[in-house]
């Protein structure tokens, strides 16, 4: 009977042993690879051949850890596989994974080598009515539009605005879009002929360039009258 009890007794303290938590040394600084740690350290590891290997898991077994501590380290090995740690609230990479679209780590000025492109076709605006770019420097062609989207302005248009209407261009004059391209705007026509009418020269009626009140017989001039 006494043998029996002395067994029970032995197990049992193996069993404590076995999972009992090894806090070793119970102060100052552990070595691994060296036999004067850093004194700021818990632990110091040196090498020239061999790494730290951390655990390695799934993010399945990775959110099944119970209470993870706020620091809690482990190596994701599948999704968007890499180092995370738990912030106190929730697995966070250790560094950023894909392209930061928020571009809240840079600082002014940044040079940006990459397109810049919406995440949606005719979704994202450059400014806006309130806050608006001060200049604009490009070498190539530039685009406003085009035919196969005419009309996909849906916003309040601002006095200065140009777009392509789908046959010319158009600007917006405070009150309604105006051709560009429309005689007198930006028109190439010699203004000597604009108007095709035999002895009159042409004049500007704030539209249209029209048959004028001067008029012209090849050796003289009259205004409001024929020469």
Known sequence: ????????????GVAGTAFAQNTFPTNGSAGIGTAAPDASA???MQS???GMLVPRMTKAQRDAIATPATGLMIYQTNGTSGFYY???????????????????????????????????DNSINLGSAALSWKDLY???????GSAAK???????????MIRWSGTDFQGYNGTAWVSLTA??????????????????????????LVTGLIQDNGSKIGINKAP
């Open 1 to 12: 009977m006494k043998k029996s009890i002395l067994s029970l007794c032995l197990l049992a």
């Open 42 to 44: 818990i632990l110091e």
């Open 48 to 50: 020239t051949a061999k």
């Open 86 to 120: 738990f912030s106190g609230s929730s697995w966070s990479a250790i560094s950023t994974k894909g392209a930061n679209k928020s571009l809240s780590n840079l600082t002014a000025p940044t040079s940006i080598n990459a397109e810049l492109l919406p995440e949606a």
């Open 138 to 144: 490009i070498d190539g062609v530039g685009y406003l």
């Open 150 to 160: 005419v009309g996909n302005f849906t916003g309040t248009p601002q006095t200065g």
């Open 183 to 208: 005689s007198g705007v930006g028109a190439e026509t010699d203004p000597e002929v604009g108007a095709n009418t035999t002895s009159f020269i042409p004049r500007w009626n704030g539209t249209a």
